[in-house]
Protein backbone atom coordinates (compact mmCIF):
# COMPACT_ATOMS: atom_id res chain seq x y z
CA UNK A 1 0.00 0.00 0.00
CA UNK A 2 2.77 1.98 0.86
CA UNK A 3 4.93 1.66 -2.47
CA UNK A 4 1.34 2.05 -4.16
CA UNK A 5 0.52 5.16 -2.65
CA UNK A 6 4.04 6.60 -2.80
CA UNK A 7 5.32 5.57 -6.35
CA UNK A 8 1.80 6.89 -7.94
CA UNK A 9 -0.42 4.29 -7.44
CA UNK A 10 1.55 1.57 -9.35
CA UNK A 11 3.68 -1.02 -8.05
CA UNK A 12 6.06 -3.84 -9.99
CA UNK A 13 5.65 -4.09 -13.93
CA UNK A 14 3.27 -2.38 -15.55
CA UNK A 15 0.87 -4.57 -18.04
CA UNK A 16 0.47 -1.81 -21.28
CA UNK A 17 2.78 -0.50 -22.79
CA UNK A 18 0.51 3.00 -22.79
CA UNK A 19 0.88 3.05 -18.80
CA UNK A 20 4.69 2.53 -18.46
CA UNK A 21 4.79 6.21 -21.04
CA UNK A 22 1.90 7.62 -18.59
CA UNK A 23 4.02 6.57 -15.84
CA UNK A 24 7.49 7.55 -17.34
CA UNK A 25 5.82 11.04 -17.59
CA UNK A 26 4.29 11.58 -14.25
CA UNK A 27 7.61 10.89 -13.27
CA UNK A 28 9.40 13.53 -15.13
CA UNK A 29 6.84 15.64 -14.11
CA UNK A 30 7.05 14.96 -10.71
CA UNK A 31 10.88 15.09 -10.68
CA UNK A 32 10.49 18.93 -12.43
CA UNK A 33 8.05 20.09 -9.62
CA UNK A 34 9.56 19.14 -6.74
CA UNK A 35 13.22 20.08 -7.62
CA UNK A 36 11.56 23.43 -8.72
CA UNK A 37 10.45 23.31 -4.73
CA UNK A 38 14.16 22.61 -3.63
CA UNK A 39 15.05 25.91 -5.57
CA UNK A 40 12.36 27.73 -3.93
CA UNK A 41 12.84 26.89 -0.34
CA UNK A 42 16.66 26.61 -0.85
CA UNK A 43 16.03 30.38 -2.03
CA UNK A 44 14.18 31.37 0.92
CA UNK A 45 16.87 30.31 3.41
CA UNK A 46 19.33 32.03 1.33
CA UNK A 47 17.70 35.51 1.10
CA UNK A 48 15.08 35.50 4.81
CA UNK A 49 17.59 33.42 6.81
CA UNK A 50 19.86 31.64 7.45
CA UNK A 51 17.21 29.71 9.46
CA UNK A 52 17.59 26.54 11.34
CA UNK A 53 14.01 26.39 10.70
CA UNK A 54 13.93 26.78 6.90
CA UNK A 55 16.87 24.22 6.89
CA UNK A 56 15.23 21.80 8.52
CA UNK A 57 12.43 21.84 6.49
CA UNK A 58 14.38 22.07 3.43
CA UNK A 59 16.41 18.88 4.73
CA UNK A 60 13.31 16.88 4.94
CA UNK A 61 11.38 18.01 1.82
CA UNK A 62 15.32 16.22 0.17
CA UNK A 63 15.01 13.15 2.44
CA UNK A 64 11.11 13.02 1.22
CA UNK A 65 12.18 13.61 -2.71
CA UNK A 66 14.62 11.13 -2.81
CA UNK A 67 12.60 8.36 -1.19
CA UNK A 68 9.77 8.57 -3.31
CA UNK A 69 12.31 9.07 -6.29
CA UNK A 70 13.93 6.07 -5.18
CA UNK A 71 10.94 4.19 -5.68
CA UNK A 72 9.75 5.49 -8.50
CA UNK A 73 12.78 4.91 -9.96
CA UNK A 74 12.55 1.09 -9.03
CA UNK A 75 9.46 0.99 -10.82
CA UNK A 76 11.47 2.82 -14.40
CA UNK A 77 14.11 -0.11 -14.00
CA UNK A 78 11.36 -2.75 -14.01
CA UNK A 79 9.41 -1.45 -16.88
CA UNK A 80 11.91 -0.63 -19.27
CA UNK A 81 13.97 2.60 -18.41
CA UNK A 82 17.74 2.51 -18.34
CA UNK A 83 19.01 4.99 -15.61
CA UNK A 84 23.06 4.29 -14.77
CA UNK A 85 23.46 2.47 -11.44
CA UNK A 86 25.28 5.17 -10.43
CA UNK A 87 22.73 7.43 -10.37
CA UNK A 88 20.13 5.10 -8.08
CA UNK A 89 23.30 4.28 -5.72
CA UNK A 90 23.96 7.84 -5.56
CA UNK A 91 20.18 8.81 -4.76
CA UNK A 92 20.13 6.54 -1.82
CA UNK A 93 23.22 8.16 -0.83
CA UNK A 94 21.11 11.13 -0.75
CA UNK A 95 19.21 10.27 1.27
CA UNK A 96 21.32 9.06 4.14
CA UNK A 97 23.19 12.42 3.81
CA UNK A 98 20.41 14.83 3.93
CA UNK A 99 18.88 12.56 7.04
CA UNK A 100 22.34 12.75 8.83
CA UNK A 101 22.12 16.46 7.89
CA UNK A 102 18.70 17.01 9.22
CA UNK A 103 19.33 15.60 12.39
CA UNK A 104 22.51 17.38 13.13
CA UNK A 105 20.79 20.92 11.42
CA UNK A 106 23.69 22.96 12.25
CA UNK A 107 23.50 26.51 11.65
CA UNK A 108 27.57 27.09 10.43
CA UNK A 109 26.60 24.62 7.29
CA UNK A 110 23.42 26.47 6.87
CA UNK A 111 24.14 29.32 4.47
CA UNK A 112 26.79 27.07 2.26
CA UNK A 113 24.50 24.41 1.88
CA UNK A 114 21.23 26.40 0.32
CA UNK A 115 23.34 27.92 -1.77
CA UNK A 116 24.61 24.49 -3.01
CA UNK A 117 20.87 23.22 -3.23
CA UNK A 118 20.06 26.32 -5.60
CA UNK A 119 23.03 25.46 -7.58
CA UNK A 120 22.28 22.08 -7.86
CA UNK A 121 18.43 22.52 -8.34
CA UNK A 122 19.16 25.24 -11.42
CA UNK A 123 21.39 22.58 -12.75
CA UNK A 124 19.00 20.41 -12.69
CA UNK A 125 16.12 22.05 -13.96
CA UNK A 126 18.70 23.41 -16.81
CA UNK A 127 19.20 20.05 -17.87
CA UNK A 128 15.70 18.91 -17.86
CA UNK A 129 14.79 21.13 -20.41
CA UNK A 130 17.58 20.58 -22.46
CA UNK A 131 17.17 16.71 -22.32
CA UNK A 132 13.09 16.81 -22.96
CA UNK A 133 14.20 18.80 -26.50
CA UNK A 134 16.56 16.33 -27.08
CA UNK A 135 15.14 13.28 -26.11
CA UNK A 136 12.25 14.21 -28.28
CA UNK A 137 13.88 14.59 -31.62
CA UNK A 138 15.61 11.54 -31.32
CA UNK A 139 12.86 9.86 -30.55
CA UNK A 140 11.54 11.31 -33.91
CA UNK A 141 14.02 10.16 -35.21
CA UNK A 142 14.12 7.06 -33.85
CA UNK A 143 17.27 6.73 -31.90
CA UNK A 144 15.93 6.57 -28.63
CA UNK A 145 13.76 4.66 -26.61
CA UNK A 146 10.17 5.49 -25.44
CA UNK A 147 10.69 4.50 -22.13
CA UNK A 148 14.21 6.87 -21.78
CA UNK A 149 14.20 9.50 -19.21
CA UNK A 150 15.72 12.17 -18.36
CA UNK A 151 18.89 11.78 -15.42
CA UNK A 152 19.59 13.75 -13.16
CA UNK A 153 23.55 13.72 -13.75
CA UNK A 154 24.94 14.46 -16.90
CA UNK A 155 23.81 12.20 -19.28
CA UNK A 156 23.92 13.38 -23.05
CA UNK A 157 22.92 12.32 -26.59
CA UNK A 158 25.12 14.38 -28.48
CA UNK A 159 28.42 16.40 -28.39
CA UNK A 160 27.19 19.52 -28.24
CA UNK A 161 24.97 18.70 -25.96
CA UNK A 162 28.13 17.87 -23.75
CA UNK A 163 29.69 21.18 -24.44
CA UNK A 164 26.79 23.28 -23.13
CA UNK A 165 26.13 21.10 -20.27
CA UNK A 166 29.51 20.29 -18.75
CA UNK A 167 30.67 23.92 -17.25
CA UNK A 168 27.81 23.59 -15.34
CA UNK A 169 27.71 20.40 -13.58
CA UNK A 170 31.75 20.38 -13.33
CA UNK A 171 31.33 23.57 -10.92
CA UNK A 172 28.32 21.60 -9.30
CA UNK A 173 30.68 18.41 -8.72
CA UNK A 174 33.47 20.53 -7.58
CA UNK A 175 31.21 22.40 -4.80
CA UNK A 176 30.35 18.88 -3.45
CA UNK A 177 34.53 18.63 -2.77
CA UNK A 178 34.31 21.78 -1.31
CA UNK A 179 31.64 20.98 0.88
CA UNK A 180 32.85 17.47 1.94
CA UNK A 181 36.39 19.67 2.71
CA UNK A 182 34.31 22.01 4.72
CA UNK A 183 32.74 19.37 6.94
CA UNK A 184 35.79 17.61 7.27
CA UNK A 185 36.98 21.06 8.93
CA UNK A 186 33.63 21.78 10.83
CA UNK A 187 34.31 17.91 12.27
CA UNK A 188 37.61 19.29 14.02
CA UNK A 189 35.03 22.29 16.32
CA UNK A 190 32.20 19.73 16.40
CA UNK A 191 31.39 18.33 20.17
CA UNK A 192 32.78 14.70 20.46
CA UNK A 193 29.40 13.06 20.22
CA UNK A 194 28.03 14.80 17.31
CA UNK A 195 31.99 14.41 15.42
CA UNK A 196 31.24 11.39 13.90
CA UNK A 197 28.02 12.52 12.16
CA UNK A 198 29.72 15.26 10.43
CA UNK A 199 32.72 13.14 9.48
CA UNK A 200 29.76 10.64 7.78
CA UNK A 201 28.36 13.53 5.89
CA UNK A 202 31.32 15.02 5.01
CA UNK A 203 32.34 11.07 3.71
CA UNK A 204 29.04 11.13 1.78
CA UNK A 205 29.76 14.36 -0.12
CA UNK A 206 33.10 13.19 -1.06
CA UNK A 207 31.53 9.42 -2.47
CA UNK A 208 29.06 11.67 -4.42
CA UNK A 209 31.34 14.10 -6.11
CA UNK A 210 34.44 11.32 -6.76
CA UNK A 211 31.58 9.07 -8.26
CA UNK A 212 29.96 12.18 -10.27
CA UNK A 213 33.66 13.24 -11.69
CA UNK A 214 34.58 9.68 -12.78
CA UNK A 215 30.84 9.33 -14.40
CA UNK A 216 31.82 12.59 -16.18
CA UNK A 217 34.81 11.70 -17.36
CA UNK A 218 33.33 8.46 -18.30
CA UNK A 219 30.70 10.57 -20.54
CA UNK A 220 33.16 13.11 -22.00
CA UNK A 221 35.45 10.01 -23.44
CA UNK A 222 32.87 7.74 -24.93
CA UNK A 223 31.31 11.06 -26.64
CA UNK A 224 34.57 12.13 -27.88
CA UNK A 225 35.15 8.81 -29.33
CA UNK A 226 32.18 8.84 -30.98
CA UNK A 227 32.76 11.96 -32.78
CA UNK A 228 35.92 11.07 -33.35
CA UNK A 229 34.59 7.99 -35.49
CA UNK A 230 31.93 9.70 -37.06
CA UNK A 231 34.68 12.68 -38.16
CA UNK A 232 36.64 9.24 -39.51
CA UNK A 233 33.68 7.70 -41.29
CA UNK A 234 32.89 11.10 -42.81
CA UNK A 235 36.49 11.14 -44.28
CA UNK A 236 36.47 7.97 -45.53
CA UNK A 237 33.19 8.53 -47.30
CA UNK A 238 34.06 11.64 -48.80
CA UNK A 239 37.64 10.01 -50.31
CA UNK A 240 35.76 7.42 -51.53
CA UNK A 241 33.20 9.91 -53.59
CA UNK A 242 36.32 11.74 -54.81
Known amino acids: AVVSTQSGHYAGVLPRNEDKIKYKKQYEMFKLWYILGQLLFSSINMFFGPSRIIEGFLQFYLVWFYCNLTLKESILTHNGSRIRTWWLAQHYLDIILYGFLLIRNDGDFSLQFSLYIFYMSGCQVLQFYYQQGSLYKLRALGRAESMEVSAEGLRVKTFADLQFLFPFFLVLY ?55 TRIASSSRSSVKSE
Request: glycine share 2%; hydrophobic share 50%.
Open 174 to 228: CYQFYNSYVLWHLAEIARADERWEVLLCSCLFFVIALGNIVTLLQVVYVKYQQRR
